[in-house]
Every structure is written in structure tokens, then in C-alpha cells.
């Protein structure tokens, strides 16, 4: 019997070293075969953001193709009323000198128009592309941490908007701002402070139902206060230069849904960041002595 004992021993080593090493073997695999399905997570994950920003763009596209044909068609009227003119003077034998003055005056009117026109549309279209530009690089900074819901940015003819939920970005029934608020407006303050040309209007919005206590006193008062106090961080926190910022209130009004269940009342209670181009940008571009200008 005592010889026995190790001849077993000795068979069964070989089986239970071969059952071991199986073992290890199946729990690598498993461990390949979860991280393979992260990255496949992570991939379709970036699928859908490139998937979001491709329907944006071509939004976008049709939109300007479609404000590219309406200038091309002024542009053909302006050109066929001038090839008209320039016919009936063809078709005139005398001319006097003040008659010659005045139709060159007015050719020289066509003239500058259709270069205005081409200025307006480079302009258009360069706004449009800084907009879409700007949406991009919003979605791709905001997008980590935060829930669809919370967060929605739109481009809306010459602005982006930026539609952020009230419980992301305050205390219940406060203007006071949330860790997570601050760390989202830092991100929108980088983007921003490196487009010299835009301001930033902060909107902020409540849902009807009245609210009043020793600091509020009721949701006209709530709203400016939370806007303000976006605008505050923006400046305090993150330098974000005064002179391009704005605060307004807007109350219970201007509401996106009903505001006859709580889900309704959850999309009212926002607030609205635009990010618009400077309004003496307008007024150049409404200038007709700047119609002459090289369109750059």
C-alpha cells in the first residue's frame, strides 16, 4: 500500500497540472473577449457622433445651396437688366454728355451691386462654415460625461445655440451652480475665448410654477439670476472677456413643451447659450460703400 501511494500521486500530477493551465487558459480568453467587446462599444459609440455630425452637415449644405441659388438668380437679373441697357445704348445714335454721364453712372451701380452680391454670399457662406465648425468642436468637448438630455446644440441661420438642463446645471429651485455646471462652462469658455469675433448671450428659463422665498421672488427673478450667474463664471472663473457677454431672463415664457406634466416642465426649465457673430459685422456688410471692398 505504501508503494502504491506515490505511483498514484505521481499519475495524478500530470492531470491536475493539465486542468490548471486550461483554466488559465479560458479566464485570458474571457478577459480578451471583454475588452474586444469595449472596443467595439467605443467604436459604435464614435459611429453615432460622426453619424450626428455628418446630418448636420449636410442640413447645412442644402440649406447654403439652396441660399446659393437665390443670390445666383439675383445675380442673372442683375447682369440681364445691364446687357439690356447696354443694347439700348447700342441702338442710340447721339448721345449727349449728360445723357453718356448718367448711363455710366448707372452701369457703374450695376457694377457695384454685383460685386456686393458676392460679397454677401462669400460672407454667408463663411458664417455658415465658422457656425458648423463651432457645433462640431462643441459636441466633441461636451459630449463626455454628459447625457443627450442634458446637454443639445443646434445651429440656427448666422448662431449656435447651446441647450443646457436645469438639473445638470443647478441646485433644485436655486441660481446656485453645480460642480458639473462649472466643469461644462470651462469647456465652453476654452472654445469661445479663441473666437474673438462672438458673443454670448446667456437665456435662462423656468417652468409656471411659481416660486417665491427670501432670495427669489418669483420665476422672472429666478431666470436673470441664473443667467447671471452663468455669466459671472464665465468671467470670474474662466476670463472670459465682459464686453462679449450678455444675461437675460426669460422667465416661464418662450417654452419649448407643455408645461402640463413633469416632463414638459423639465425641457421648459433651460438655459440658453447663443453664441452669435458681433452686430457691427451686420452693419459692415449692410454698407453699400463697402461693396467695392476685395471680398476676402
Known amino acids: ?33 471583454r475588452k474586444a467587446n469595449e472596443q467595439l462599444h467605443a467604436c459604435n459609440e ?18 447654403k445651396q439652396d441660399q446659393i441659388s437665390l443670390l445666383n438668380n439675383q445675380i442673372t437679373d442683375c447682369r440681364g437688366q445691364r446687357d439690356k441697357q447696354l443694347t439700348q445704348v ?26 456686393y452680391i458676392q460679397m454677401l454670399l462669400a460672407a454667408k457662406n463663411k458664417a455658415d462654415s465658422i457656425n458648423l465648425a463651432l457645433a462640431i468642436n462643441l459636441k466633441g468637448v461636451l459630449k463626455e460625461g454628459l447625457d443627450d ?3 443639445d446644440i443646434k445651429v440656427d441661420k448666422t448662431v449656435v445655440y447651446i441647450n443646457l438642463s436645469d438639473k445638470m446645471l443647478y441646485k433644485s429651485g436655486s441660481y446656485e451652480l453645480t460642480p458639473k455646471a462649472k466643469d461644462v462652462l470651462s469647456k465652453i469658455a476654452s472654445i469661445v475665448q479663441s473666437r474673438p ?15 417665491t422665498n427670501n432670495c427669489i421672488m418669483d420665476n422672472w427673478d ?17 476670463n472670459v472677456d465682459p464686453n462679449k457677454l450678455i444675461a437675460a431672463g426669460r422667465g416661464e415664457y418662450n417654452t419649448l ?29 449692410l454698407d453699400p460703400n463697402k461693396a467695392a471692398a476685395p471680398i476676402k
Open 257 to 285: 413643451a407643455s408645461n402640463a406634466d413633469d416632463q414638459g416642465r423639465a425641457t421648459n426649465r433651460r438655459t440658453r447659450i447663443i453664441i452669435l457673430p458681433r452686430l457691427n459685422q451686420f452693419y459692415d456688410l
Open 1 to 33: 500500500m505504501k508503494l502504491l501511494a506515490p505511483i498514484a500521486a505521481t499519475l495524478l500530477l500530470p492531470l491536475l497540472l493539465g486542468s490548471c493551465v486550461t483554466q488559465k487558459k479560458y479566464l485570458a480568453a474571457q478577459d480578451d473577449l
Open 197 to 211: 469675433e462672438v458673443d454670448l448671450m446667456v437665456e435662462g428659463y423656468t417652468d409656471n410654477n411659481p416660486i
Open 90 to 115: 447700342g441702338d442710340l445714335t447721339v448721345l449727349s454728355k449728360g445723357a453718356n454721364d448718367n448711363m455710366n453712372q448707372t452701369l457703374n451701380q450695376l457694377q457695384d451691386k454685383d460685386r
Open 46 to 63: 464614435q459611429k453615432d457622433l460622426c453619424n450626428s455630425d455628418l446630418n448636420i452637415c449636410r442640413t447645412n449644405l442644402t440649406g
Open 149 to 151: 438630455k442634458d446637454v
Open 222 to 238: 429666478l431666470s436673470v439670476k441664473r443667467a447671471t450667474s452663468v455669466v459671472r463664471t464665465l468671467q470670474r472663473d474662466y
